[in-house]
C-alpha cells in the first residue's frame, strides 16, 4: 500500500499526559498536512510543511501543540498536557507540490481519546 | 474556524435515484476539491477541479467549478448503496477549507 499512513490509528490517554502521532506521506510528495476533525464537522487546518520547512500554522495550533518533519519525509505531532478538548481525530495529508497539481491524499486518522 | 457554506447537511433517497450537492464561500479559491468520508476513516479524494466554469466526471460524479471561484457543486447519477457517506467540499489556496458535510443515506 503506498498511500498516506498514520499511527497509532487509536489512542487513549489521561488528561495531562502528552502524546505524539506519527505520519508517512506518499514518497514523492514534498507537502505534508496536519488536520483536525471533531464529530460532526469537516477537517480544520492546523499547519503544513514543504519539505521539512513549516511554512504555515493555523492559529488552532496552541502552544501545546508541535509538529516536526526533520527529515522532509514522516512527520510527527505532540500535544502536551493533553485537555479533554483535545479529543478529535487527527488527520494527515500530502500533496506533491507541482505547478497545476495540488490534490491532498489524507490518511486513515488518528484517533484521540482525552479521559 | 472558516468554513464554507455546504447543502443540504442530510439527503435520504432511494437507490437509482440522482443526487446534486453544493458549496458556497465568501472567498475565492485557486481549486475546488469533493471528498468522501466513511466513519472512522480519512477523506478520499472524489474529484479535484482546477479552472473555473470546468465541469468533470468521475464515472457516475461529476462535478462543477463555478465561474465565480466562490461555488461548486457535485451530482452523483444512479445511486447505488455503496454511495452512503458524507461528502466535503474543500476549497484550496495552500490550505483546504472544508465545508460541513452532506450525509447522504441511500435505501436500497
Known amino acids: 500500500d503506498t498511500g498516506v499512513s498514520q499511527d497509532p490509528r487509536h489512542k487513549i490517554t489521561k488528561r495531562g499526559q502528552n502524546v505524539t502521532f506519527r505520519c508517512d506521506p506518499i514518497?514523492?510528495?514534498?507537502?505534508l498536512y496536519w488536520y483536525r476533525q471533531t464529530l460532526g464537522q469537516g477537517p480544520e487546518f492546523l499547519t503544513y510543511f514543504q519539505n521539512e520547512a513549516q511554512l504555515e500554522k493555523s492559529r488552532l495550533l496552541s502552544d501545546r501543540f508541535s509538529a516536526e518533519r526533520p527529515k522532509g519525509s514522516f512527520s510527527t505531532l505532540e500535544i502536551q498536557r493533553t485537555e479533554q478538548g483535545d479529543s478529535a481525530m487527527y488527520l494527515c495529508?500530502?500533496?506533491?507540490?507541482?505547478?497545476?497539481?495540488?490534490?491532498?491524499?489524507f490518511g486513515p486518522g488518528t484517533r484521540l481519546t482525552v479521559t | 474556524g472558516q468554513q464554507l457554506n455546504q447543502s443540504p447537511q442530510s439527503m435520504f433517497i432511494q437507490e437509482g435515484e440522482d443526487v446534486s450537492m453544493n458549496c458556497t464561500s465568501s472567498?475565492?479559491?485557486?481549486?475546488w476539491l469533493w471528498y468522501k468520508q466513511d466513519p472512522g476513516e480519512g477523506p478520499v479524494l472524489l474529484i479535484a477541479?482546477?479552472?473555473?466554469?470546468e465541469l468533470t466526471s468521475n464515472g457516475r460524479l461529476t462535478a462543477q467549478f463555478g465561474i465565480t471561484r466562490k461555488d461548486s457543486f457535485l451530482n452523483i447519477s444512479a445511486s447505488i448503496p455503496s454511495d452512503v457517506g458524507i461528502y466535503f467540499c474543500a476549497g484550496q489556496l495552500t490550505r483546504l477549507t472544508f465545508g460541513e458535510g452532506t450525509q447522504l443515506t441511500v435505501n436500497p
Open positions: 514518497s514523492e510528495h514534498n507537502r
Open positions: 472567498s475565492i479559491f485557486n481549486t
Open positions: 495529508a500530502s500533496s506533491p507540490y507541482v505547478q497545476g497539481v495540488h490534490e491532498q491524499y
Open positions: 477541479l482546477y479552472k473555473a466554469g
